[in-house]
Structures are given as structure tokens and as C-alpha cells.
């Protein structure tokens, strides 16, 4: 369990890494506010990750994995995976413009409602789950087959790392200000989240030969 833990916080830290709408709320919150609204914004936004991740993992543990289904679970992870690397490696880097500062709104609201209505997490999961679900360590499965404790692991895992990478923005944007922005604008973020994203979907197709 603490393995998969550690495995899908990793994954969910990377994925955050492209720049997107929570990672730039948080960034420009910190810069035209104060610490303590871009940590809670943080916390908002990756709490949804629980949601959507066990949405994922909970519906796809209901489909007998003896059926005719198993072919198409493994490879339907693939061409989400690629569609997602390709993306990340399509899209051009985030410029951020900060906003003078704006009276208290509850960040942590904001952030949740940011991070809710992204349509991406849910495919993005299941996809990831999918993947996870089929990986052996050794001779044992790393994502037990009937095991829920195995969805609560998964889905504390993509909160936590979600918030690992909005955390660290938090501390950065505090520290260095505006050359974060600079930092962030750069397209090598890009190409790392998209080079996990391709190379998780080769790995998956090498498991099929």
C-alpha cells in the first residue's frame, strides 16, 4: 500500500506540473496577495483530486476483470495517455499577468471550484489506474484485485501530490516573486509531463507484446 502511495503521488505531483488553471490561481494569488491565500487556494484545489480519482478507481473495481472486458482495459489507457503527452508537448507555454490585489474571497473556494469543474482529472485517473491496476512489483500485483483500501490509498495519494506541487509553487512565488513567473513560462515543463505521460503509454503497449 505504501508503495502504490508513494507511486501515485509521484505521478499526480508530475501531472501537476503543467501549467494549468489551479497552478496559476495559486501562483498569482501568492504574488498579488500573501502566502497564507495561496496555500489555502492550494488546498482547495487539490482536494478534488479525491473525488475524481475514487470516481475512477471505484467505478472501473465493479467490471469483472475475467470478462470480455479485460482486452479493452488494457489498452484503453493508451490512447489517453498519448493524447495527453502529445497535449502537453503541443501546448505553448503559460504566460501569467498578475492582478493588483483584490479584498479577501476565500481562496479556498476559489480553488475548489477550480479544481472541480477540470474535465480532464477523470479520464486522466481512470486511465492512470488502469495502468496501475495491471503493474506487478515482483510477483504480486501492486493494486490488489477487490482490495477498496486500494482506492483509498489511490485517491489520498493524488490529493497529496497534487498539493505537494501547489505547495511548492506557494513557496517558490513567496521566495523568488517574479522570476518564478519566468521559471514557469519555460517550455521544458512541457516536455517532462508529456515525456511521463508517452512513456507511461509505451510501457503499457510493451506489456501487451
Same mark, same amino acid.
Given at each position: 500500500m505504501l508503495l502504490l502511495f508513494l507511486i501515485v503521488c509521484v505521478i499526480s505531483f508530475a501531472g501537476s506540473l503543467h501549467p494549468g488553471t489551479v497552478n496559476l490561481a495559486v501562483l498569482q494569488t501568492t504574488l498579488s496577495q500573501n502566502r497564507r491565500a495561496g496555500l489555502w487556494l492550494a488546498l482547495g484545489g487539490s482536494l478534488p483530486e479525491?473525488?475524481?480519482?475514487?470516481?475512477?478507481?471505484?467505478g472501473l473495481m465493479l467490471i469483472p476483470m475475467n470478462s470480455g472486458w479485460t482486452m479493452f482495459l488494457t489498452i484503453a489507457p493508451i490512447p489517453v495517455l498519448l493524447g495527453a503527452g502529445v497535449a502537453a508537448f503541443r501546448q505553448k507555454p503559460v504566460l501569467l499577468t498578475t492582478s493588483p490585489v483584490s479584498p479577501p474571497a476565500l481562496p479556498f473556494w476559489k480553488g475548489l471550484a477550480l479544481g472541480g469543474t477540470n474535465p480532464q482529472l477523470l479520464p486522466f485517473w481512470s486511465a492512470v489506474?488502469?495502468? !496501475?491496476? /495491471? *503493474?506487478?512489483?515482483?510477483?504480486?500485483?501492486?493494486?490488489?484485485?477487490?482490495?477498496?483500501?486500494?482506492?483509498?490509498v489511490f485517491a489520498l495519494g493524488t490529493a497529496v501530490g497534487a498539493f505537494g506541487l501547489l505547495v511548492s509553487i506557494v513557496w517558490l512565488?513567496?521566495?523568488?516573486?517574479?522570476?518564478?513567473?519566468?521559471?514557469?513560462?519555460?517550455?521544458?515543463?512541457?516536455?517532462?509531463?508529456?515525456?511521463?505521460?508517452?512513456?507511461?503509454? !509505451?510501457? /503499457? *503497449?510493451?506489456?501487451?507484446?
Open positions: 479525491i473525488g475524481y480519482s475514487a470516481l475512477a478507481a471505484g489506474w488502469l495502468y !496501475l491496476s /495491471q *503493474v506487478t512489483i515482483g510477483s504480486r500485483m501492486l493494486v490488489p484485485a477487490g482490495q477498496v483500501g486500494s482506492q483509498l512565488a513567496d521566495r523568488q516573486r517574479y522570476r518564478i513567473v519566468r521559471y514557469l513560462s519555460g517550455p521544458w515543463i512541457n516536455r517532462l509531463t508529456g515525456s511521463l505521460f508517452i512513456g507511461m503509454a !509505451l510501457w /503499457q *503497449v510493451v506489456q501487451l507484446v
